[in-house]
Each structure stands twice: as C-alpha cells, then as structure tokens.
C-alpha cells in the first residue's frame, strides 16, 4: 500500500530517551554549512599557502584536509605557496647571505638555483605529498609546465638590479582547467619562467593573484602568519573583518612590508574579476573550512 | 620573490586572543564529515519518509534540507514516500472506514481514487514544493511515469481479495537516471500501474526497497517514527545499533506488523546489491545528516 | 556484374493482376505526409487536451496514439492539460458549489485541494497512463517540478479576492529539454505554485500559451470541444480556416467566454516566437495528425 | 484555472457538420502506420534498386520520394543498385556485343571501363541527384570509396575466364556509418576494387546482400520487376506472400536464371543476421512505403 | 569544365641526381619539416590535380603519397580534379569533335554524358583507387553528393551558347567537414548539378577555388604542367616565386588562355579567406611535399 | 635511483658530414617517413633520457625539437630521466662522498633531500623549459603527482640498508592519460612516494620501464651514452642491431653494471606488452627522429 505504516495493531514507539544534545549541535552545524556549498559548488577557489604554514606538519596536514573537504563537495581548489623562510635558511646553509633590497630578496644565479630546489624539489613535492595523503589527487607544477605563466625581470625600488627576480606577464590556465576537469588539483610553485626559458624568483602571493585573475575565481585566500589586517598594528582589537578593495588601497602605506605583496596581489584580483578576498591566520587550525563554510568567517574579507 | 613574506622588518603578530572555542568546534564537526562525503560522493542514497514524519512541517523542512545537503555534496538521492495515515484521514472524511486484512489495506476502487489523489495530488507535491523550498530541483513522479515501474495485484494472507493492491514487479531506473545526470531529485510516490495500465496501491517500504535495488543504491534509509529496531519491543534500550541481513531475518518473526514490509524489503533490497539499510527515527531533526556524516550514525544499520 | 539482371533467359514477368486501389490510396496518404514530417522533425509542438477530451477513454486513446505517432517521427511533443468539468464534479460531490467570477473558479484552501487531487492525482497520472500505453514514454509534472513555473494570485475583473487562481509569472524549460533529450514526454497539470510554495488554480490554456512560449514552440495545438472559431457564432457555416494575430485580436471582444483564454494564450504564444496557433476539435479522432500531416489541416489556425 | 473552460454561459458547439469521410480514412493510415515506425526507428534498411526500375524516371521519382519519407521517419536507409540494360546498351552503342557465360556477362578491359562509366558516370550520380530533389541527403559510393568494399576475381561455372568479374570478399561498413550518423544516405554502385585497385563488375544483388550483412539490416529489399516469387512461374496467381530461408533454399533450383543471384544473397543477408528480405515489385508506386508502413505487406517476405 | 590546360614554356622535369643522403642529413630534413608540421597541424589544404598529371601512373602515385603524408601529419586535404584531355579523348572516340569558345568547353548533351562518364566514372574512381592504395581513405565525390556544389549555366565571351557548362553559384561544405572529421579525404570530380538536378560541366580550377573559399582553406595548390608563372612566357628564367594577389590581379590579360581560370579562381579563393595559393609543377616528384616542408618551396606562391 | 650510468666502449658521435641535400632528396626522405609515420600515429612512445644527455644542452635541444616532431605527427610521449652524475655532483659539492652498493646509490636522508632537489627542482623543471622552448607542451611530474606510482624500499645485493633507495610497486597512469589527451607531454623524475608519502631514490630505468608497461607502450627508447649493446664489451664492431627477448636475457650477466638495470626494465616492460625496447646513443644528434622514421633505425632494438 502506498500507506507506509500497515494497519494492524500500532506499536507505540518506546519513550524517547534524551537525545544526545551535541548530535542536534552538529547536525547545526552542518546545516549551516549548506548554503556556502550550494554558493560555492562548482566555483574555483585559490588558496596561497605561506611559507610559515608549511614549516607546521600538523597544520599543513589540517589544511591538506580543509583542501580535501573543499573539493570533495565541489569547489576547484589551485594551491599555490611560497617559501622565504625555507630558502633563507637553505641560503644560508650553503654560506650564502640573504640579502632584501626594498624587500625583495636579491637573486643571483646561485641563488635562483636553491630557490628552485628548495620551492620545487622541497616544499611543493612535500605539499603534494601531504595533500595526496590527504585524499586529494594533488599535482605539482612550477610556472614552466604547460605554459602556465611567463614572468619578465623587475628592479628594485631604485633601479637595483635584484638578479632573477621577475614579475608575472601572463597566465595561460588551460593546463590549471585541463587538471580540474579531470579532477586533480594543481599546486604551484612560485617560480616561472621568462621569454628565454630561464627561471625567476617571483613573489607567491603576486602569482596566487595572477593565478587567481585568470581563472576568474570566486575567492582568494592568503593563509598566513597573522590573524587578517588591523586598522591600528599594534592594537589586536583593530582587527577588520571587512572592508573594499578601496578601503584598502587607501591604507596600503601604512601596512607592515611583509603585507604591501599581498594587498597588491588582492587589489590586483579584485580588479580582474575575483568575487572576494580572504586575509586569514593559516596557524588556526581548520581556518579555511570555517572562512567558507560558516557564517561567522574568520581574519579579514575584501570585497570589490 | 617564490618567498612568501619579504625580508624587510618583521612585524610581529600581536599577541593571539583566546580562540572561540566554538570555531574549532565548528571545525572538527566538518572535518569528521570529510571521509564519508568522501565514500559517499557519486553514491546513490534512496530515503524513504513515512507518512507521520510528512505531518510535521518543521520536521519535512529539516528532511529537505538534509537531503538538499547531501546532494549538493554529490549524492545521488532518490526520494519514495508513502502516507498511510493520511489516506485513511481522507477516507474517513469521505465516508469509507478504512480496513485492513494482514497489515494490508484493503482498496477498492473508490479508495483507490482517494489513495491516488492523496499520494500523488497532495503528499507527493506538497514534497516537492518543500524540497524547492530548499534548494532541491526535486521532480514529483508515481510509478507510471516514465515506465518507472509495474506492479500486479496480491491477496490477502489468506487468499482474500484486496482490490487495488498490488507489488512491484519490474523497475526501469532509466527515467531515475536520466533526471539525477540532469541534476533533479526525484520523488516517487507508491502508487503503480499494472499491465492493463490501471493503478495499485503499493506499500511504500516495498518501493523503496524495489528502487534502491534497481539503482544498486549505496544505502537505503528508512525514516520512520521509532528509533530503530529494539531486540526487545518492550524495552527502549534493546536499541539494535547494527546487525546483519541474516540477524535481522531470523528476529523477522518478532517484529510489530508496522515494520514487517520494512524488513522484507531491506532484506531484499540488500540482497540485490544494496550496501546498507537504516532504520532511522524521523523525528530526530536532521536524522539524515547524523546518519551520514558522523562517526557515530544513529537508529539500526543494516549490513548485507 | 554490376547488371543486376543475369543475361540468361529472360522470364517474362507474369501478367499483372488488377492492382487493390487501396493501396495506392494508402501509398498516397503516406506521401502526401512527407513535407509535413520533413518541416516538423526536431520542432517542439505544445498541445493543450481539454478536460472534455478526457472524459471519453475513446477519444484519449486516440489523441494518445496521434501523440505517440507525432514522437516516432521526430517531434517534440509536450503536452498540457485541464480538467474543469471533472474539478466541478469533484467539488459538486464534496458538497462544495462551483462559482465563477468573470469566468474564473473561485478557489478557496478546500477547493484547492480538490483541483491539486483531481488535476494532479487522477487527470495528469490517467493521462500519463493512456500515454504509456500507447508506448508514449510520458511523464507527469506540476509547475512544481524541476521548478518549471511560478505563478502570482490575480484577481476578479472588479478585484474580486478569488481565493488560490494565478497567473503564470515564469516558466524554467530547463526540465522539459532534458526530458524531451532522453526520449521523454512532459505532460502538464496546471497546477503552479508562487513564490512560497503554495500552489495556485491556473487556467491550463494560459500556462500552455506560456510554456509554448518559453520553448520557442513551432505549434500550440489547442484540442477543444469545438471545431474551430466562427466568424459567427450561431452560424456553423462560418467557421474560420486560417485568420492572423491580428484579425484574432480585433475579434476577441465577440467571443464566448470560454473561448477568452485560449485566445488571450495563443496572442501571447504569437508575440512570443510560436510558429502558429491551431483550434481543433478534439472530439475529432485522429484531429492531431490530419491537422500535422495533411495538406487541409482542419480547425482553426492563427498566423502571426 | 486548471479547469480550461471559464464557468461562464457555455457556449453550446453548432451542430456537427458531417464529416468528410477521406479525413477519417487518411487518419487511419497513418495511425495504421505507428507501429511500423515505432518497429523500425533507428533500424538500417537496404533497399537494392533494379536497372529496369531505373529507366523509368517517374517511377525513380517515387522511388527517392519513399526513401526520403523512410528517412525522415529515423530509418537509416542504404540504397544500391545495377544497370545490367544500361550497361548492354552502352556496350551495344559502342560495338561490344554483350556476351554472357552462365548468367554472368563476360567484361573484358573495353568492357570494364564501360561498366564503371556507366554504373559510376550515369546510374549512380542520376540517382544522387534524384533522390537530392526528393530531400534525401544522397551520396554516391563505388566499392572503392572509403575502402568500402573489396573483391576478388571470380571464373564461369566450368572455369571459363570471364574478364574483370568478381564477388565480395569483404565489406568494411565504417564509411557508411560515418554518413549515416551525419544525416547521408549512402548510394553504392555495383562495382568493386580488388586487392590491386583494379575495379571488378560484381552483381549488384550480391553487393546488396554483403552489405546488408556488414550493417546487421533489419530488412534487405529487392525492387525488381516481378512481383515477387510463385510456387509456379507460369502461374500468377501462385504468388508467395511469406516463406522462410530453408524454404527459399529447397526451391533455388527451380528459380529463373535472373533470379538465382537475388536468392544466393538473400539466403546470405539472412545467415549473417539480416532480419527479413523482401522482394517487391518496383514498378508498383510507393512499393517500399507499402511494404514498411502497412499490414498486408506486399510482394514476397523471406524469413530468417 | 573539368579540364585544365594551361601554356607556357613546358619545362622537362629535372633529371633526378644519385641520392646518397646520410643519417644525418635525413635527421636534418625531419627537423627542417617540424615548423612547418606545427603550422599547418589541423589546418585544410586544397589541392587541384590537372588532367595531364592523372594520366602518368608513376606520378599520380606519388602525388597519393604526398597526400597521404600530408594527412598522417593533421593536415585536412580535399583534392579535386579535372580531365580535359581525357574527355578529349574520348570524345574523339565517339566521334565528336571537341570545340572550344574562349577556352571553353562546348558541351552539348551527348558531350556532357561522356564528360561525366570520363571525370566521375574513370578519373575520379581511379584517384580513389590510387588514394587508398597509399593509405588515404579517399571518398569520390562530385558536386550532386550530399547537396556539395550547385552550378548554373553561362555563355561564351560574346554570348554564344555552350551548352551544358557552368560555374559554381554555391557550395554547402557540410559533407567535407563530416568526412574529414570521420577521418576520410574527399575527392571531388568538377561535374555540378544545377537547380533542376542536370549536370554541369564547370571548369576544375574554379571548383577548386571554390570549394577552398568555402572552407576557409590555409593553402590551394594547384599542380599543373608548368612550373609556375613566368613574368615573360617565353623566357624559362622568368619564374615567378612569390607575389601578391593584386600584382597577379595586374598580369592577368597576359596570361596563356589555360592560365586564366587558375587565376581568376585564386584571386577569389584569396578574397575569400583562403591563406595562400600556390602553382607548383605537378610533374616534379614530392612537389607537394617539398612545397609543404621544406624552406625553399617550390613553384610560384600568392599572398593575398 | 635516478642515475642511469652505463659502461662499454665510449664512443664519440661520429663527425657530421657536409650536407648538401637537394630537392629530391629531401623529398625523398620524407617520403621514407611515411610508413612510420602511419604505424605510430596514435601510439604511446615512452622516451628515456640518460643523465649524460641532459649535460650537453646543444644535445638536449635536438632531443626536444624530435620530441616535438614526434608529438606533432601523432604520437603520444612520455618522458622520463635520470640525473647521476648531477646528483653525485652535488653530493660532492655539500660535502657528501657518493657511495654505491651493489651499483644501487645508499641514499640517506640528506641525500635524499639532495635528490630530490636536483631532480624534481633542477633537472627536471630545466628539462620542460627545453621542450616548451621547442614547441612542446610539456608538464614536469614525480612519482607523487596525481598518485602517479608508488615504490618500496630495497636492499642491497646482500641485504645492505641503502637508506632511501626503492623499487616501484604501482603505477596509475590516468594522471598521464588526462595530460596526453590534453595534449600535453609528461616528464617524469624518478622520485617517488612509499605508501607513507616518504620519498624514495628510484632507478629511473626502471621508471622508464614500468611506465611504459602500464601504457601498453608501442616503443620504450632508452637514449643512453653508447651505441647500443656489443656482442664483445671490448669490440666496437660487435654492435648489435636487433635480438630477441629471450636473447636478451641469456646474455644479461656479461653486461656492464650500468647496463643492467636497463636490460631488467626492457624486460620487464616487454613482458607487460610493450611492443619494442630501443636502446640508442643519445649523443647522436636527432636520433630519436632516425629510429623511428628511417629504414635503418639506429642502435639496438630489443623485439618480445
């Protein structure tokens, strides 16, 4: 019968214990996730991994999670990461002394090629490792493979000459499609080629927004060392939670060094087509699942 | 610079406030979902609602929403439903006392009409409208549609004539699929034609557990109004959090007349390739998403 | 050898035998079907059976079979439906009175329901029966469904509240092309929900001129209990074979009421990219494929 | 409303005008004609044209018209055809006298080129082009196109050498899938490379039935100039409607000498999973559409 | 019509020198063809075969070699060809004496049969034979198959009649991208239907010109028994490698009568979209690879 | 490990001759191509680079451009290399003395660390720059990338710890089929992931030849640092230009230590369905272009 319960003498279902109240709390929580997936479902999300965040096993492995849960429920995750602390400390093993002109790290032939070992041959295999045990059929890739990004050479501030230190000219993203179709995530390194095959030392967080620009992602999120931008540095209650991408520009100056790259880079993003970007503290752990999936968010958002 | 912060003076983080604790909370909740979004995207998940459950609007939204949760994490779900007390609410109201022979109802073809305007003009659009209502492209069908299914007529346990009632005899899941690779969730009501094209009224446990065998469903969920299946019906901590198809066969006997069909048809569906059966209370908000998603689960799992 | 006839003795063919003209009458029929099938193969054709159609099984059968007969040559049939007299019925039986204002049912909760079980629960499933029957593979939808329509509440011509009647507000083709792609048949009650989820009475020849629209129909085939429309209405003699918009526009004043909607539809229908507009006598057997496939078609057409 | 009249003052229709009777008898035509559309849709039919049916332009004209109406309806037709008459009368014009060895015309060099010129030059783009002005998306093949076909030389039933004369070794039926999965309609001339590229006369019949056998055909017909086979050759009335292969095979030895090759392909097409062979009288208007689409058939059918 | 003479100074083909090539001077010849592979990779290629060239066995297979080669890189080719001394030939078989107006063919009905017979029936069927012997799967087509090309006709310089001859008014490339997308090669015979389905005879440089117009075509080659444009007729040094189409457009009226159409059809194929045309000596081995693949080319190139 | 050393009788790539090739025999040459080019058009062609060749970049040039060629005319490669000597060289450099048993590299942490980053950081991103510079689409991989494979660790010949030194245990090639289907070249390094994601040092013949056995390779070429295999180690003139499998193996112990690991994977990946093994000079410019489309090929070829 299409009457699910037949008719015959009705049991009466046993009275009902308490409920365990933390299942209706997760069951909340979940709820609430529903929306960001159903908004996000199908969008592409850039997420740059600082190098801080990489030196953390037990924080990369959160955030190889976070990466695998995005994916799992739809979302086209491209990882990209830098690594400064890594190479100073490389550099400075083989008897080389970092040195920053305007901060920017001077880059002569010796040392582009550690940066090289140490961002491809260390950390981004390491990273694809960590995110493949994570589940997620991660793919590493540089600037040099299949025509990804060509970058050209910049100077300092005063026209130093910074070696092999370059700045992203273009992106081709069919290969960063190509992957996401077939279901693999890319992870990229921040070294890239120019017009003559060589490589240079580009900044992670100019190629997570360049990378960003031209897949048109819906977000792009830094992780990093702090916990989003301050209105006041040295006051941890100044802390924005959001603001414009005009807002922003007109505080860029005030910004400590290590950030001007990354309001450059969102700035950049925001002007080319990026829905939002995200500022968070990458050693929270979980902090990407909880910026996307609930409705607080977390570190600081910048609209267009 | 592939480095991710500059060389220039580092600004310390400012001193971390005390994390909400809440937030990481938050966190684990999502991450604990992680392996069964993981095992379960692709799969195709049929829910059965029983008709007490579609009585309470607070509860049928939190049903859709659930279900609109696990399809947008790439779950396939078919949704049947039965309604039972709702038809013989209409029948009493029209007059017919409503009767049953061995837990069947017997149906005439005066009821007949009422149980089709009922399952199918009421209960199962008024599902759909719900499941819109939260973000399902759900589309209403009975067993006609689409040459979904074909039934034949059945007696009593005693040979006795029911009318219109009948059981699934053939299912063709190609209208199914085809309306999952569009993206819609379908909802099938229990009423099914025979050979002639006239309609039986079918019992809505046997149709779910008929169409979760045609897909080879992954799980087949029964939402009902007890907690599960009690190894002793008297005593409501003789809860059964898992057993075998075997297990279950031989307690057959001992169950109340209500959950007979159910049995029947989760050892049949079982036998035909589905993975597991669950026996869930529908009152509990968000059943559904507990079941699936955290570790725990929750009612009576049944495994092949 | 390419000669298809040996060289050997060359048996003369019998004498002919007097040729059955029927066959060649038949053979005739058949050809002269050509051109039409040519022109119509790949177009979408929208056709509204009007609830006196259906009360004769004999008639349905053959409306089915035109149905199924206009798919197997390549058409894209959708079908819509009403089912005023059996509403009234049903309403007359539940001891609800019928009443109009300025021709449109006045529709309180109680009534609703009884259009939702009649036009959903017996009209569109005995529908879809009839149709499976005659190997049509059609399946059943509500405005409901895959999110097809949305309608508004309208009221009386001097504002009159008349309860659940609307009007169509927009219509999502998207669930018609995928099941018309996988070989399906749509068959349309015209019961539409609004923007909450209740569902509204709509006039079923509004919501086929508005689905005919939105699926850039090639033809809107009205079968109704007429044989067309008159230039006046008491005289038989002067039925009309072909008129256009705007002839049908300046006439529409002169009309019976119930002729009012469908010509308010097939204006809309017109302005909207449909091909052309048929009034037929359904009570005609066979009227749907004389119209398509014969060089008199029958009824009334409308030209843009 | 759902209901599709208004409630407003009906209308009564005028009265019923008798109805033109032809209207009703073209509607059962075609109604008689479902099934065999529904039977045939989507299945290959090789239709084998004779050379006499060739030279009878309004014959031809109805020939194309009956392909393009079985096209139209989803039958995948494959035409192939002779021109023995012509191919005589061309040799005639050009002072070869026409010679033949046990049915078989002996085809020097002078003769082959002859054969090609006019089965490929003449017969072939003739019939293109007709069947072009009857809406078929015509296109002429010779065995050598697309590596369709490739034959070897045969000899005279006492081994006597008969030029470039040759049967069918093998049929590769890539190209004609290819055309007909774009919308063409393959027309194969009788004539056929061997493993050298030089070409070889084949019998048209024969060609007919190895590619009929490539493609698994649901039907192979013979337009021919008979009317189909008797029992008795003197007798017309001993015509066969309907008989089997094993049957067709015990009476070959009785048959005339221009039948034989028809018979040995036919025989052929059904053990390599052809469904029915026909042969028909191509002089009969619209043979081919009375044969498919009516219930008496005509001609002779040869079952598997 | 379907052949091609042309004039000039007939320059013998080269004595062809002791080859003796190393390994890696065959390594450099691979290498020295990679840019060019890369540039016409996917790209469509149309080449013209002149009668002269089709009746020396030796170079028509390498020609199909070429052909051959070409395709195996991802080239598209369409060949097409005419036969003016082969349907001289046999006309003067037959006894009809060829007659030209202003170059062109008269050709009365029993002409354009032979015309047919000669370009569809011989030369176009034995190109294929050839094609495929050198691995291309080569399809005959002339301008009736799949609707390709209509023609209407024209007269002489001063009005005269000439019968059946015409020039192409429109072509439908549909079938040659259907069979090159299938992985076929089209060759395509200058014999054209006009609107009442008769058969035209257009000269073969303007099919050709046509058709590559048609296809947005990279190349036309044209082989002929020249080795390219002289600036002076007489003077063999006077070869012309590359101009553009407004220098050719200059030296038009000083061309030999057989050049001219080549001419008049490579300024409209270069009007038209078409990349480059080339006049290259069909009597020179490879000419088609060497003008394709090495830096040299050979012949006389037109730029648009 | 990654070092693909080999021993034998060095010898030096002999003088390039003057080239001086004329037309003809250009043509020629490329006509020679052909066949091959037919055969391998669509195959999957595994290419292994020695460490050696990846010194020399005049070298590493020419190997690029023939992949390029090879890629354009169809043919699917892979590519795997080595880095012996630059990882020895760079164990040199930070104070590590290389240290072999058994010819198998003992590869501490340290210098597993090292490994990594001259062959994944170094070598093999240097080696897509290359190929991008000659037109090719390439895409640097290691063992980890899209779970590509996965190894064991291994022991010395007499169960010696060598620290991180494995053998491949899995290969899933979807991540190559997904790239070639792209159109983009993979370039493996032989460094890769044990179950627990722990790098491990990999011969990369061995990496060659397991590749090439889960593609169902039609040729694995080993470009190498001699001539091919000697009958006579100490005979230059005992080259030997072809032998069996079985050959192979009789005389596998008389090889030179580098040698071996080679003739194990050619083995190995023969026995898997690979069709051929080449082992050729690498110093041999265009070499790869000379075995596969030349009569001659060059070097060794190991048939099943």
């Known amino acids: ?10 049991t009466p279902a046993p009275p009902r214990p308490a409920r365990d109240v933390d299942a209706q709390a997760k069951a909340a929580v979940l709820a609430e996730a529903l929306p960001y997936i159903r908004t996000y479902h199908g969008s592409t999300v850039v997420v740059k991994i600082g190098g801080e965040a990489l030196d953390d096993p037990a924080l990369t492995t959160t955030v190889a999670q976070d990466i695998a849960l995005l994916s799992l429920v739809g979302i086209r995750l491209v990882v990209t990461h830098g690594g400064g602390p890594q190479v100073s400390q490389a550099m400075t ?3 080389i002394e970092p040195r920053f002109v305007g901060g920017l790290r001077v880059t002569d032939d010796a040392a582009m090629a550690l940066v090289r070992q140490v961002l491809v041959g260390t950390i981004n295999s390491d990273l694809v490792a960590r995110l493949t045990a994570a589940g997620v059929r991660a793919v590493g890739l540089s600037g040099a493979d299949g025509g990804l990004m060509t970058a050209e050479r910049t100077v300092g501030p005063n026209g130093e000459d910074l070696g ?9 993203p069919t290969l960063l499609r190509s992957l996401a179709a077939a279901g693999f995530t890319p992870v990229v390194a921040s070294v ?3 017009a003559t095959g060589g490589f240079l030392n580009v900044n992670a967080d100019a190629v997570a927004g360049s990378v960003a620009a031209a897949l048109g992602a819906a ?5 990093t060392n702090v916990e989003g931008l301050y209105r006041d540095l040295g006051d941890a209650g100044s802390l924005i939670s959001e603001l414009t991408a005009s807002d922003l520009a007109a505080m860029a100056d005030g910004l ?3 950030m001007r790259p990354k309001v450059a880079s969102a700035l950049h993003a925001l002007e080319h087509g990026v829905g939002k970007v995200h500022i968070l503290d990458g050693r929270v752990a979980h902090a990407l699942l909880l910026e996307v999936f609930t409705d607080e968010g977390i570190g600081t958002q910048v609209l267009p």
Chains 1, 2, 3, 4, 5, 6 share one sequence.
């Open 1 to 10: 019968m299409g009457d699910d319960v037949s008719g015959g003498p009705v």
């Open 192 to 194: 890239v080629p120019d």
């Open 93 to 95: 093993a083989a008897g």
């Open 219 to 223: 977000k792009l999120v830094y992780l």
């Open 256 to 258: 400590s060094a290590g």
């Open 164 to 172: 092999a230190v370059g700045r992203v000219v273009s992106v081709d």
